[in-house]
């Protein structure tokens, strides 16, 4: 296949307040990406309307989300940052690869049985649709990777056999064009730290996410020092103190979590972070963890709130991204186009 330049795309739902498996699962590995790769961070307004949604809601959250990527230290000047639903070529470009998908493909996808539940008749077309337009975003770009964590891995692997029936399917007009033997790529997943899939400080076997209707399951990066130090001291654990070794930590969930949240925020491995905390009670090491959490976080909650209080400049920071997204976007498109034989 033939080769393309290295470009990293990843999305962010605007779905409410981000928290800190956000930050350790997606925006920390945004920073540090930045330095290595040429990157497009989107805000998926267009993913976030598969569900029921307050319009006002959205746009607010779309800006807060926006502000987090920078607060958490994006270069908006650096990176393309932007909101989906500005680049109209993201809803084209799915619409074409809904006639390259096939249903037993879209069929096998366990989020929409998790999503939907079970009155999936009356789940949205949206809903369902939903990773052939992630597929969209994607490679609109051409992009070669995708930070994602275990709940997107399917719909990764589904952008790769989209991609590929693309190429094979045209691959004479791939060819006549002067594109070689692939348009698309086929992107890889790019894997992320030692806290990829931060859990419920509640529940371990559970991920951390917004919709949890405990206030303690979760940290908000707009939480302030006394928040975040009671939600870690009230975090759940169990009776033994902490291992001395990364393999103590089998069969035990919350532990495990909270040693990976260490271990993130500090950029260390969970076996150096045992080798100085194990053997010791969990009350001296949510000591420890309160400490560095507030630490990293406090200063993202305070750009987090300065931004939010000047919408004006965040809209100008998206609609800054657009256009360089529209950049780039837009010729790919033209060139899908001719490819499958639409006349522009």
Not at 89 to 104: K, N, S, T, Y
Not at 219 to 243: F, N, S, V, Y
Request: proline share 5%; aromatic share 8%; charged share 25%.
């Amino acid at each position: 296949m033939a080769k393309f330049p290295e470009l990293v795309f990843s999305g962010v739902q605007p779905t409410g307040n981000l928290h800190l498996g956000n930050y350790l699962g997606a925006l920390k590995r945004f920073v540090e990406m930045q330095a290595t790769h040429s990157c497009l961070y989107c805000v998926v307004d267009l993913h976030a309307m598969t569900m029921p949604h307050d319009p006002e809601t959205l746009r607010r959250t779309t800006r807060e989300v926006t502000a987090a990527f920078v607060a958490c230290g994006v270069d908006p000047k650096k990176n393309v940052v932007f909101n989906q639903s500005r680049v109209g070529e993201h809803a084209e470009l799915a619409w074409i690869f809904d006639c390259v998908a096939r249903l037993g493909w879209l069929n096998r996808m366990t989020q929409f049985k998790e999503k939907a539940g079970k009155d999936r008749e009356a789940a949205s077309i949206g809903l369902y649709n939903y990773p052939v337009l992630m597929a969209a975003d994607i490679l609109l770009y051409r992009a070669t990777h995708v930070p994602v964590g275990e709940d997107q891995r399917q719909h990764l692997e589904l952008t790769r056999d989209i991609a590929q029936k693309f190429n094979n399917d045209f691959a004479a007009s791939i060819a006549e064009r002067g594109w070689g033997d692939a348009f698309f790529p086929l992107p890889e997943g790019l894997i992320q730290g030692p806290a990829m899939r931060v859990m419920s400080l509640r529940d371990g076997t559970k991920k951390m996410s917004k919709s949890d209707p405990s206030e303690y399951s979760l940290i908000a990066l707009t939480d302030d020092a006394d928040t975040i130090a009671q939600k870690i001291r009230k975090a759940k654990t169990d009776a033994e103190p902490l291992p001395s070794e990364v393999e103590g930590l089998t069969s035990r969930p919350e532990a495990e979590n909270l040693v990976g949240i260490y271990a993130a925020l500090a950029d260390e491995a969970k076996a150096d972070v045992l080798r100085r905390f194990g053997g010791g009670q969990f009350s001296q090491f949510k000591n420890a963890l309160a400490e560095l959490t507030v630490a990293k976080l406090t200063p993202i909650r305070a750009e987090i709130l300065r931004l939010n209080a000047d919408p004006g400049f965040v809209d100008s920071i998206l609609a800054d991204g657009a256009r360089k997204a529209q950049a780039i976007a837009k010729p790919n498109m033209d060139a899908v186009k001719d490819i499958v034989g639409l006349i522009r």
